[in-house]
C-alpha cells in the first residue's frame, strides 16, 4: 500500500466517523420542516406539543397524525429502502453505477401492482393487498427469470445485466400495454408510475418499515463478505467466500427491498443510484462504513423530494419521480465535468 492509499483510507475512517451524525441530524430536520410546511403551516412549537401529547388543538393534531408524519415516515422508509437496494446491486455488480433497474426488479414489480390496480378495478374490491402482494411477486418473479437466464453466462454479472436489461424492456412493454386496459384509471395509474407518496398513511408506514430495517441489519451482518465480494470471483474463493450463494442472497434482498417500495410509492428513480454512489465516495468501499449511511441518505432525500413534491404546487402536487431525477441527473453531470481532465473537450 502507497502512502497516498493509506492516507486516503485515513481520510475515509475521519469521514465516516461524522457522516452517520450528520446525515442523522440532517434528517431529523428534514422531517421537522416537511411536519411544519404544507397547505396549512404549522409552527415547531405547536409540533412539539402535539408530538409530545400536550397539544390541545385537534386540527393541528389531526393535520400531523393524519396526513404529515406517516407520509414522511413512509417516504423515509421507502427512500432508504431504494438506497440500500441500489447499494447492494453495486456491490453485486462491482459497479458503482448499477441500481435495481438494471435488473429489472422496479418494472417488475411497477408491473405486478398495475395489474393489482386493474383486477381491482374489474372486481370492484379495494385491492391494496392484492397491489402489494403482486408488487412483490413481480418483483421476484422477475429476479428469479433473471438468475436464470443470467447464472449459465461465463461472466455472471455481465450475464445477468443483459438479461436484466431483456427483461426490464419486457416488461415495461406490458405495463404500457396494460394501459390500454385502464380506462377510468389511467389518470392515477400514470402518476402513480411517475412515483409518489400522496396516499401513504400509516399503513404504508408500517407496511415498508420492518422490510426496510431487515434490509439495512442484513446488509449490516453481511459487511465483511460484501467486502470480500468486491475483490472477485478468485480472491472471494480463495478467502473462503461462498460468492455464488453471497450473489443469490443479494438477488432476493434487492427484489424484496425494491418490491416493497413500489408498491408503497410507485416507481421512484435515481435514489437507488445516486445515494450509495456518492457517500461511496465520502467514506470509501467499506460496507461496515457505509451500509448506515447510505439507508439514513436514501431516507433524507426522499423526504426532501417528497415535501417539495407536496408544497411547490399547492394544492396540486408534483410527482415526486421528477424531483429525484432532476437531482440525479444535475449530480451526475457534475461528477462527470468534476472528473473531466482539464483540457479535454
Request: glycine share 10%.
Amino acid at each position: 500500500m502507497t502512502l497516498n492509499q493509506s492516507a486516503d483510507n485515513e481520510t475515509a475512517r475521519r469521514d465516516a466517523r461524522w457522516l452517520a451524525p450528520m446525515l442523522l441530524l440532517a434528517l431529523l430536520v428534514a422531517m421537522m420542516v416537511a411536519l411544519a410546511v404544507g397547505s396549512v403551516a404549522i409552527s415547531p412549537a405547536k409540533i412539539v406539543q402535539a408530538l409530545l401529547g400536550q397539544s390541545h388543538d385537534d386540527v393541528t393534531s389531526q393535520i400531523l397524525f393524519d396526513a404529515r408524519l406517516p407520509r414522511i415516515l413512509a417516504a423515509g422508509f421507502v427512500g432508504a429502502a431504494l438506497a440500500l437496494a441500489g447499494l447492494a446491486s453495486q456491490t453485486l455488480f462491482r459497479n458503482p453505477l448499477a441500481s435495481p433497474s438494471v435488473i429489472g426488479v422496479s418494472n417488475g414489480a411497477a408491473l405486478g401492482a398495475v395489474v393489482g390496480v386493474l383486477l381491482s378495478a374489474r372486481f370492484n374490491h379495494e385491492g391494496y393487498g392484492l397491489s402489494v402482494l403482486l408488487s412483490l411477486g413481480g418483483g421476484l418473479a422477475v429476479t428469479a427469470l433473471v438468475f436464470a437466464l443470467g447464472k449459465g453466462g461465463r461472466y455472471f454479472g455481465h450475464a445477468l445485466l443483459l438479461a436484466g436489461i431483456a427483461v426490464a424492456a419486457l416488461c415495461s412493454a406490458l405495463t404500457t400495454a396494460m394501459l390500454y386496459l385502464a380506462g377510468e384509471r389511467l389518470q392515477s395509474i400514470v402518476f402513480w408510475l411517475m412515483g409518489g407518496l400522496w396516499l401513504a398513511n400509516w399503513r404504508e408506514a408500517l407496511l415498508v418499515a420492518p422490510v426496510t430495517l431487515l434490509g439495512l441489519v442484513t446488509l449490516f451482518v453481511w459487511s465483511r463478505d460484501l467486502n470480500v465480494a468486491l475483490l472477485g470471483e478468485r480472491s472471494a474463493r480463495d478467502l473462503g467466500l461462498d460468492l455464488p450463494r453471497l450473489q443469490r442472497r443479494l438477488l432476493l434482498l434487492i427484489a424484496v427491498l425494491t418490491s416493497m417500495a413500489v408498491s408503497v410509492s410507485g416507481v421512484i428513480g435515481f435514489i437507488g443510484l445516486i445515494v450509495p454512489h456518492l457517500l461511496r465516495l465520502i467514506t470509501g468501499a467499506d460496507h461496515r462504513r457505509l451500509v448506515v449511511p447510505t439507508a439514513l441518505g436514501g431516507a433524507l432525500l426522499l423526504i426532501l423530494a417528497d415535501t417539495c413534491a407536496r408544497t411547490l404546487a399547492s394544492p396540486a402536487e408534483i410527482p415526486v419521480g421528477i424531483f429525484t431525477a432532476v437531482t440525479g441527473a444535475s449530480v451526475f453531470l457534475w461528477l462527470l465535468q468534476k472528473r473531466r481532465p482539464v483540457g479535454t473537450p
